[in-house]
Each structure stands twice: as structure tokens, then as C-alpha cells.
């Protein structure tokens, strides 16, 4: 009898056993990229300029009862019956400049809907748009402070300081 079938025979599993482990790696790098991927996704892309206090102009210029844009700074000036405030236009998910609409704000990125204090409704966002600290000085003008952040919704009342720090 011919032996060599034989001895073809052992050489046959441990192939498919290589190709089994093979597939296996493959399949979990597959996956690990897939969920890299869906991290990345899911993490703030845009990175914060330096601290910046400046000025938004005269208070007299905003409106009572205004939303306005100031599109060199991204930033939404409000002036209502609580007074005035001032949040971020750029999304917490990606930092896209949000859009306004009708029931508050949209991103026209990735679809994140905001409330009209900047609370998210809908979509990938899971931040509310950041407040900032604001102030009127002695000359009328208001200022900004974006390096601090406050709590979302709230306009206290801007208060006068004569080292331009604002209380």
C-alpha cells in the first residue's frame, strides 16, 4: 500500500486550524477598529482657542428680548427680561457652529438639536452649549470672559467692576 495519503492527512487540520485562528484575528482586529472608530465618533474633535476676555460692544446695541450672533467670536449674546448671557455657537459634539431654528438650535454636522438655552434635546451631543461669564463695565460696554464657564441658562445680572474682573 501507498502511504502518502497518509501523510497528507495530519498536515490537513493543523491548515484549517492555522486558517481558524487566522479568521479569528481578523474578525477581532476588525472589531477593534470598528469600536475605535465609534469612540472617535463619539468624542469632541474641536480643541479650545486660548482664554480670551474681550469686549461685545455697547450694551445699548443688543436688544431687549434679542438673540444675537457675534460670528467672529462664535458666540450667542442673549438679552431677555433676565438680563443678558452669553453661549457658545459651536456644538459639544464635534464643534460645528450651531444653526438657529425655530425650537432653538440645530448642527448642520452630525443633526445635534439644542434647546433655546442650548440643552441638548436630540442627536450625538450629550453637552449642553457652554455660558459664559459676562460683565458691563463703567463705560457701557459689555465683555466676555470665555475662560469662564457658567452654569448653562443663566444671566446674572452684569454687574459693574472697576478692575474690569466684573463681580
Do not use: N, Y
Not at 492527512?9 to 479568521?23: I, K, T
Amino acid at each position: 500500500m501507498d502511504d502518502k495519503p497518509d501523510e497528507q492527512a495530519p498536515l490537513a487540520a493543523p491548515r484549517r486550524e492555522f486558517l481558524v485562528r487566522v479568521g479569528a484575528w481578523v474578525t477581532g482586529a476588525a472589531g477593534l477598529a470598528a469600536l475605535a472608530g465609534a469612540v472617535r465618533f463619539a468624542t469632541p474633535d474641536f480643541r479650545e482657542g486660548p482664554a480670551a476676555r474681550f469686549p461685545l460692544g455697547p450694551a445699548a446695541d443688543f436688544k431687549i428680548r434679542t438673540l444675537t450672533w457675534v460670528r467672529d467670536r462664535d458666540l450667542f449674546v442673549l438679552h431677555d427680561d433676565g438680563g443678558f448671557g452669553a453661549f457658545s455657537a459651536r456644538c459639544t459634539h464635534l464643534g460645528c457652529t450651531v444653526q438657529r431654528v425655530a425650537d432653538g438650535f440645530h448642527c448642520p454636522c452630525h443633526g445635534a438639536r439644542f434647546d433655546p438655552l442650548g440643552r441638548p434635546v436630540s442627536g450625538p451631543a450629550r453637552l449642553p452649549l457652554p455660558w459664559f461669564r459676562l460683565w458691563l463695565e463703567p463705560d457701557g460696554r459689555l465683555w466676555v470672559d470665555t475662560a469662564q464657564a457658567i452654569e448653562g441658562g443663566t444671566r446674572p445680572p452684569a454687574a459693574l467692576g472697576a478692575d474690569g474682573v466684573g463681580a
